[in-house]
Structure formats: C-alpha cells, structure tokens
C-alpha cells in the first residue's frame, strides 16, 4: 500500500513565499472521502490548502476557485517584487515499498 511520508509547501495561499513548511504525515493515516458538497473542506477548516496542494501534485489539476492558479500562489504585488515562485515537494513509499519524490513550481 502507498502512503504519505512528507509534503513541504512555500508560497501558496496562507503559506510564508519565504520559507519552507514541512508536513510530515504519520501512520495510521486518516482518510477523508465523499461527495462533492458534503462538508469535508468546512470540517477540515484549514487544512484545506494541504488537501489542495496535495491534488495538484498529485493529478496536476489547480483548485476550481483559484482561476487556473492565480488565486493559488502568492501575489508578487503584495510583496512588492516582480515574481513569487511558489513550490510544493510531495514524499511518498510507493506500493513497491520504493520513496518517490514529485516537485511542483509556479
């Protein structure tokens, strides 16, 4: 079985464009599934920029409320610099029992 080892995000929604935060998954992890609209993000509460960093890692797909991604990262204007690099990284042991690493920039 697959499973989570580590997501680092810098520069996305309410995350530092200027510093790393790592996440470190332990085990058992806690699965969260249903429909669309059932409550799952508003039981989350924050968490919800991991659950969509997660996505975007991991089917390359931006959140449907960031308009393809611009409402995703930090805005350079507010920092008062011409570009903001935003970067996830994902860890994860493959069923393989193999560590895989997936990067994203943007």
Do not use: Y
């Not at 991991?58 to 903001?84: L, Q, W, Y």
Request: hydrophobic share 35%; aromatic share 4%.
């Amino acid at each position: 079985m697959s499973s989570l080892k580590q997501l680092t995000i810098k520069g996305v929604r309410s995350f530092s464009p200027d510093t790393e935060q790592t996440l470190t998954f332990m085990s058992p992890v806690t699965l969260i599934l249903g429909q669309n609209g059932t409550g799952k993000t508003v039981m989350l509460g924050n968490t919800k920029t991991v659950i969509e960093c997660l996505k975007v890692l991991s089917a390359g797909t931006m959140p449907p409320s960031s308009e393809n991604g611009r409402r995703f990262v930090h805005d350079p204007k507010v920092k008062g610099v011409t570009e903001i690099k935003a970067c996830l990284k994902l860890s994860f042991m493959s069923k393989e029992n193999k560590e895989v690493r997936v990067k994203w920039e943007g």
